[in-house]
């Protein structure tokens, strides 16, 4: 088994998806003789030719609305869409079409189709490469959300979602993609979608996050754990359908729960979580559930990325709020 | 300075408005049997339309948009259609999917709210009507590729309106149909009006056919209400994908008899001159002319076939009637291939609600 970086679990999922069935397909700007600008892509045009790894005109919406077309007469696309901030002229054909296309045609049509980009902030780019847009994709009927935050999850995840019979958004933590390596088991192994993973078992706390943040809220587990603090530690995975089964027990277990994003505070995920917690969970809570998120801006250049994007320090100051509330 | 690239549209005739040849006429046309039957298909489809209106102005039926005045085009497309081809088409192309076999009962449950109408009998890898503008468009193109990936004899056409080609959809579709030499026939119906604003308001472009050719692909236009003139193009088009000749986009000129929808009230924004002289050069009566000066057709055929529409129709408005709404908590069916267990309480909760107000109902 080989250590491989996130990037390179894509890279190894998508491969293995396509060598075992010859309905997948790959789909995207640059994504053939480039192997796409991260490189996921990398040597697929070599093993599986330009029929099946295809590069699109620079189209967006296109690579996404040829997507439904291709996987209402049996392929598996998988589109790639560069960054997340160029995704957003792809929502009319997720949402009006992708999303509901087995609803509207009570399952005669279908869309086994997955849109995966690369997302979040922290790679000191230029505009519109740090977007955060999972709770605007989390809002869309008939989808699913999927946003991994490790090599191995990367890889399962990513066979799961294209094996799905449904649409797919996989974000990928752009911040992660070459952050760390693991070994990574090129079995053909799926792990299972809509449920969340718990990373660390612990009775005194519980985080809540999902993406490129899972990094930062493990190490700020083990500072705690250092200090005599068991912290449980969460990895939603799923964002739409959310396993708010798991997530209600360990409250349920802690009492205490602090949630994690990268994006934006109003109507985030994070939101949801709080307000389920709120809803079904309130009588097991013994503080306040606190949100960890980006402020409510554009997410601004590089310059002031380090003040947009939370971090430990503010985790640590949230738990530590937490844990003295009477 | 050189000239690098210079162009020219064609345009197809055969009938003039008043049924009268004015070009020889292509070899399937001199069959007066294929020619009846296109007669027939047009004269259905009106059926169709003006049950649907009356239906709506009754409230049996939602909001629908007219196909009055397109019929050539509907029935041109849908005769040239092989069964496996893929039909992607907008609201206003009910007599298309009528010729692909889409029963005018699924129509009517389409209209009339309810998404099994969707759910064809009859053509089951066609899309359903798609309302977004243009967006339809990009499906045809996906479909074309997995064909074309396939090496399969059928072709994707894709059905759209004057005021589509202004869309960005549009243009990527066309660009990525081009550049990759799909099976996909784009069908332009240029009606003059997309609601209120005018084929002109709408582009600078002499003609709409003309855009093709800025994607590299042959593009025409076509008198569309003379179905001869559409069915031959159709056909032409659709052997010419099949055999791997790639796209063409075609463009009938028509004119939108009705309101855009029947929430629209097109008297605010076009005059009535302008109507009364599109209602000179329509399809229906212009093939009826041709098939009764050539002693193909009779007042009698006439009579029974508006009485063998007439009943068709409503049988088909009655068997939608007959059909009972489906049980409220049938909104997450189809929702995903399975349930996810996350979305079971709401499930449960919308079924629960319709219970209550079940009861309510029955005991008032």
């Known amino acids: ?326 | 300075m050189t000239t690098v690239a210079s162009f020219q549209i064609e345009y197809l005739q055969f009938l003039d408005p008043h049924g009268k040849v004015v070009a020889p006429l292509p070899a399937f046309a001199q069959d007066p049997a294929a020619l009846i039957a296109l007669y027939k298909a047009m004269v259905l489809m009106r059926t169709y339309d003006a049950k649907a209106i009356a239906l709506q102005r009754t409230g049996q039926l939602g909001t629908y948009a007219s196909l009055l005045g397109k019929e050539a085009v509907e029935a041109g497309v849908g005769a040239a259609m092989s069964k496996d081809d893929v039909l992607f088409c907008t609201y206003r192309e009910n007599g298309v999917q009528i010729m692909r076999g889409v029963t005018m009962r699924e129509l009517f449950l389409y209209w009339g709210g309810d998404e099994r109408g969707s759910d064809f009998a009859g053509p089951r890898r066609d899309f359903p009507i798609c309302i977004t503008i243009a967006s339809q468009c990009l499906h045809a193109v996906g479909v074309g590729y997995a064909i074309k990936l396939r090496r399969e004899p059928r072709v994707a056409v894709c059905m759209l309106g004057d005021g589509a080609t202004s869309k960005g959809d549009f243009y990527e579709s066309i660009n990525a149909a081009g550049a990759w030499r799909l099976p996909v026939v784009f069908v332009v119906t240029n009606n003059q009006w997309a609601i209120s604003v005018s084929r002109k308001t709408q582009t600078a472009a002499q003609t709409l056919a003309q855009k093709a050719l800025a994607a590299g692909f042959d593009g025409v236009q076509v008198d569309g209400n003379d179905v001869i003139a559409v069915h031959h193009a159709v056909r032409e088009t659709l052997a010419k994908a099949r055999s791997g000749g790639g796209p063409t986009l075609i463009e009938a000129v028509t004119y939108r008899l009705a309101d855009h929808t029947t929430a629209d009230d097109a008297s605010r924004y076009r005059p009535a001159e302008e109507v009364a002289a599109a209602w000179q050069r329509e399809p229906v009566l212009r093939l009826r002319h041709y098939l009764t000066d050539t002693g193909a057709w009779n007042k009698a055929h006439e009579e029974e076939l508006l009485r063998q529409c007439n009943d068709q129709v409503q049988a088909a408005a009655q068997a939608y009637l007959d059909t009972p709404a489906p049980a409220p908590d049938q909104m997450f069916d189809h929702l995903y291939a399975t349930l996810p267990a996350a979305y079971a309480a709401q499930r449960a909760a919308v079924h629960a609600s319709s219970q209550e107000v079940r009861a309510k109902i029955d005991k008032p």
């Open chain 1, 1 to 326: 088994m080989a250590q491989i970086a996130l990037v390179e679990a894509v890279n190894l999922a998508l491969a293995r998806a396509m060598a075992d069935d010859p309905d997948v397909v790959v789909l995207g700007q640059d994504v053939g003789r480039d192997g796409g600008v991260f490189r996921a892509t990398l040597g697929l045009l070599e093993k599986f030719g330009s029929e099946r790894v295809i590069d699109t005109p620079l189209a967006e919406n296109l690579i996404v609305g040829m997507s439904i077309g291709m996987a209402a007469e049996g392929l598996k696309p998988v589109a790639e869409i560069q960054f997340s901030g160029f995704s957003y002229t792809t929502i009319d054909q997720i949402l009006n079409h992708a999303g509901r296309m087995r609803h509207r045609t009570r399952g005669r049509l279908s869309c086994p189709l997955v849109v995966r980009t690369p997302c979040g902030a922290g790679i000191h780019p230029p505009e519109h490469h740090s977007e955060s847009p999972d709770a605007m994709f989390a809002h869309i009927p008939g989808i699913r959300v999927v946003y991994p935050s490790s090599p191995k999850r990367a890889y399962g995840l990513l066979l799961a979602a294209i094996r799905d019979p449904d649409p797919v958004v996989f974000l990928e933590p752009t911040r992660l993609y070459r952050l760390f390596k693991e070994e990574v088991n090129d079995n053909a192994e799926a792990l299972a979608l809509d449920v969340c993973f718990t990373l660390r078992e612990g009775s005194d706390i519980t985080l809540v996050t999902w993406g490129a943040m899972v990094y930062e809220t493990l190490q700020v587990a083990d500072e705690l754990s250092e200090q005599g603090i068991a912290a449980e530690v969460i990895d939603v995975a799923t964002l739409k359908p959310i396993d708010f089964d798991t997530i209600l027990a360990s409250v349920a277990k802690t009492g205490r729960c602090v949630v994690v994003t990268e994006a934006p505070r109003h109507c985030s995920i994070a939101s949801e979580i709080a307000a389920t917690l709120a809803e079904n969970g309130l009588l097991t809570l013994l503080a306040p559930v606190q949100r960890i998120t980006a402020p409510d801006v554009v997410v601004p250049l590089p310059r002031l990325e380090h003040h947009y994007l939370p971090g430990k320090r503010q985790i640590l100051a949230a738990v530590k709020k937490s844990l003295e509330f009477a």
